[in-house]
């Protein structure tokens, strides 16, 4: 029942995504990036923190997932990307690699992971994100 639920969200989030201009998206995830890197700080991570990393992650991941699925949605994606500097582009995006660490270690209690699994899936997304643009 959990993993219908997650589909039918999953499925309504990446069809609203569709109508959200990229460059909308873009400063979407950059203020949910700067939340989860304000929140990585406050230790122990409680429901706002876990909250914030969940939100950040999952808006990577289902954009790597829609870019990874929709041939149309990948053109159009590499097309509003030419002519930008795809190093800044990414540093807008993406969290860096020391505060993914952190929040990683802060996740990880006694080999148990608390966070939601969207945050370990980083290097997997950049992958995606840099295939989309090749």
Known sequence: MKKIIFLLLFLM??????????QNWARDIEA??????TQSLVVPY???QHEAFRNYFRALTEMAYQLK???GFRIKFKASLRGVDLNRYYERVFISEANWQTILQGC???RFFLCAEEVRSLEEVKRVFEEAVR
């Open 13 to 22: 989030t990446v069809t609203g995504c569709r109508d959200q201009s990229l």
């Open 32 to 37: 949910k990036k700067r939340e989860a890197i």
């Open 46 to 48: 409680r429901q706002a």
């Open 69 to 71: 699925t929709d041939n």
């Open 108 to 110: 990880t209690k006694n």
